[in-house]
């Protein structure tokens, strides 16, 4: 049986997976459900898969005590869950609990995860490599967690900017705190 793989990332309405200005965390829009909803799904266990940018990014905020969001258990148990960062770039060793390091194109690498991982593949963020897994046919589920903002003018990291065409299969849907919809979906290229 092949492993499901979920790319899963946070988004504001206009599809920026981050902002600069004077925006914190989350946009300043968390709530308890969402902490609580995102601690649960990092319970169950998983594999997380992470491209080189991810990881570099992930150890400078964990390094950095003046972003509050880290500090959430969710992202405590997400960095403690088994992970494979992929990379051509990176040497060991990480600085990351339990990370095996592969170097490889991420195609070939989560190809391989899927067909021999027992239990389901994650990958938060990593923007580049799952465009590219999801044009490939290896993204099984893309969980966006939509904030109620527009950030038109301080927007970062455009998610699905240079992405191939999808058609999308709403497979679940939750209001957060009354106002943050958690969205995954089937993707399949557009043909």
């Known amino acids: 049986m092949t492993a499901t793989y979920t790319f899963d990332v946070f988004s504001s309405l206009d599809g920026f997976g ?3 200005g004077n925006w914190s965390g989350y946009w300043g829009k968390q709530g308890p459900e969402l902490l609580d909803h995102r601690l649960a799904q990092y319970d169950q266990e998983q594999r997380m898969v992470i491209g080189a940018n991810t990881y570099r990014a992930f150890v400078q905020i964990l390094a950095s005590t003046t972003e509050e969001s880290i500090h959430d258990q969710w992202v405590t148990k997400m960095t403690n869950l088994p992970a494979t960062v992929v990379s051509t770039t990176l040497e ?7 990370a095996t390091l592969v ?3 991420a195609l070939d690498v989560v190809a391989r995860l899927k067909e021999e991982s027992d239990v389901p593949l994650r990958s938060h963020g990593s923007l580049s490599m799952n465009r590219a ?8 589920r893309v969980q966006v967690t939509l904030f109620p903002v527009i950030t038109g003018q301080t927007g970062l ?9 999808f058609d999308l299969e709403l497979l679940e849907t939750r209001t957060l705190d009354g106002r ?8 399949t290229l557009h043909a």
């Open 180 to 187: 943050i919809q958690e969205l995954v979906y089937k993707p």
């Open 103 to 105: 170097s490889g194109d």
């Open 157 to 165: 990291d455009p998610i699905f900017q240079g992405a191939a065409d």
């Open 18 to 20: 981050a902002a600069g």
């Open 92 to 98: 060991g060793p990480l600085d990351w609990p339990d």
């Open 133 to 140: 897994l999801m044009a490939a046919g290896l993204v099984d």
